[in-house]
T-cell receptor, first 116, second 113 residues
Framework: AQKITQTQPGMFVQEKEAVTLDCTYDTSDPSYGLFWYKQPSSGEMIFLIYQGSYDQQNATEGRYSLNFQKARKSANLVISASQLGDSAMYFCAMRELQGGSEKLVFGKGTKLTVNP | NAGVTQTPKFQVLKTGQSMTLQCAQD?????MSWYRQDPGMGLRLIHY???????DQGEVPNGYNVSRSTTEDFPLRLLSAAPSQTSVYFC????????????FGSGTRLTVV
């Protein structure tokens, strides 16, 4: 079973508008972390935002916020005031911590295109 | 500059050849991992390590070997390259309990012909 599900292969948004990228996850571990990464066409992986499973508040980093709904096991990324430079692949990832070990697993990604 | 260094950046192999993808980090991170990225598949975990001398298999370990003799280095070995191993390979590392994300290398684009 897939641990991280990103149901939107592609998304389009107008410049200056907000966009939500969906991510659901599956784990039975009470301690986990959720990450979002951006991969522009140049290929590098850029860390955007992190949410821990015990964090009470939703994480925010500048124009990025994470809408964390623990009961629904969702961790959607919200980008406010989209810019042309936001066009990229976006990956949701989950870190599982089990018995002193950890794994970071990724979803298949969402390609975001920002239109002028 | 501190970070994760992957070499080579590009490689072409013939089917059946072996090679080692190098990954080194200078941040004293305990956790290191290897991923492959294929179109439409996201990043899939190949092998990972939580410290020197400790490695474990990820989602797609077949055809790859790893070892972790030092904290800094985590090489990925292709034993007998196959066209199905054509991919972009990323190495990543993180410190213990980091909330600041994993640091990724710039990737190795491997083509097996």
């Amino acid at each position: 079973a897939q641990k991280i599900t990103q149901t939107q292969p592609g998304m389009f948004v107008q410049e200056k508008e907000a966009v939500t990228l969906d991510c659901t996850y599956d784990t039975s571990d009470p301690s986990y972390g959720l990450f979002w990464y951006k991969q522009p066409s140049s290929g590098e992986m850029i860390f955007l935002i992190y949410q821990g499973s015990y964090d009470q508040q939703n994480a925010t980093e500048g124009r990025y916020s994470l809408n964390f709904q623990k009961a629904r096991k969702s961790a959607n990324l919200v980008i406010s005031a989209s810019q042309l430079g936001d066009s990229a692949m976006y990956f949701c990832a989950m870190r599982e911590l089990q018995g002193g070990s950890e794994k970071l697993v990724f979803g298949k990604g969402t390609k975001l295109t920002v239109n002028p | 500059n501190a970070g994760v260094t992957q070499t080579p950046k590009f490689q072409v192999l013939k089917t059946g050849q072996s090679m080692t993808l190098q990954c080194a980090q200078d941040m004293n991170h305990e956790y290191m991992s290897w991923y492959r990225q294929d179109p439409g598949m996201g990043l899939r975990l190949i092998h990972y390590s939580v410290g020197a001398g400790i490695t474990d298999q990820g989602e797609v370990p077949n055809g790859y070997n790893v070892s972790r003799s030092t904290t800094e280095d985590f090489p990925l070995r292709l034993l007998s390259a196959a066209p199905s191993q054509t991919s972009v390979y990323f190495c990543a590392s993180s410190g213990d309990g980091t909330n600041y994300g994993y640091t990724f290398g710039s990737g190795t684009r491997l083509t097996v012909v």
